[in-house]
């Protein structure tokens, strides 16, 4: 009897998680698109973009924030997150997604691409079990379900609703990546690339809170600067003139090479 050999290529799609800090709100952003296509035409989804033959997944990481928002960005600013390989994460055809979270040193003006119809900073916030996202009445919060295997288990549940839930399996992805950041806060928050190439440590506790989800205030700062010293490296104070006592500037020490 003859063998047959199937060669399945499913497609490979590039996922960034594209962060950055709204210095007017002191809130943590994250980019949305409106699909323009199918599957999930006009639901709220993370950007995406194919890898292409000639480029690695970290160059088309890079290349999607450039064409998407116009910065051209180091790789510095941008990390793999992890790889998303269930079969149930997408309709139709197989697609893989290589996830990478991208930190954004300000926060630049939008506009929709191609098969997007919109774009739109999402502000970050949370609640006992979840990481939200709210843009005027929309919100978008992160899935509930701890387990992977459950979660893909009633994937198509949770796709049911565009006003409520995004495409793919992309709540899933938003979670895995604020757990990330959350765990790498103490010794490695890359995160902080959002406020800059230097912040003040209110900023940074700005930052931590929505990951912790616990209030600024109730991360003292005296507590903060004596956990995180090996962290950051003190520039000196800052040389905005105004009223009271002008605030010391930081850099993250593991990046100054």
């Known amino acids: 009897m003859a063998i ?24 943590v952003n994250i980019l949305l698109v409106k699909r323009d296509n199918h599957p999930f035409n006009g639901y709220w989804a993370l950007p995406e973009t194919f890898m292409r033959a000639q480029e690695s997944a970290e160059e088309a990481a890079l290349r999607l924030v450039r064409e ?8 510095s600013h941008t990390e793999q997150l992890a790889t998303f390989t269930n079969p149930q994460r997408t309709p139709g055809d197989r697609a893989l997604s290589l996830a990478y979270m991208t930190f954004l040193p300000e926060k630049p003006q939008l506009k929709a691409g191609y098969g997007a119809s919109d774009a739109r900073w999402f502000t970050m916030g ?9 843009n005027d009445q929309r919100l978008f919060n992160t899935t509930q379900t ?5 979660y893909y288990a009633n994937v198509t549940e949770n796709q049911s609703d565009p006003d409520k839930h995004l495409a793919f399996d992309h709540e899933w992805i938003l979670k895995v990546a ?12 890359n995160v902080l690339l959002i406020l800059g190439s230097k912040f003040t440590l209110k900023d940074a506790r700005r930052v931590y809170s929505p990951f912790l989800k616990t209030p600024v205030d109730d991360i003292d700062n005296s507590n903060f600067k004596k956990s995180h ?3 950051f490296i003190d520039l000196g104070t800052s040389e905005v003139k105004g009223p009271g006592r002008p605030a010391r500037l930081y850099k993250l020490a593991h990046l100054i090479a």
């Open 68 to 75: 998407k928002i116009g910065m051209d960005l180091s790789g």
């Open 146 to 150: 701890p387990v992977q295997r459950a």
């Open 229 to 231: 010293q090996d962290l």
């Open 4 to 27: 047959q050999t199937i060669l399945e290529r499913p497609f490979i799609t590039i996922t960034n998680l594209i962060w950055s800090f709204d210095h007017t709100t002191n809130r």
């Open 178 to 189: 604020c757990d990330r950041i959350r765990n790498k806060l103490d010794y490695q928050p």
């Open 126 to 134: 949370y609640t006992d079990t979840t990481y939200s996202f709210e």
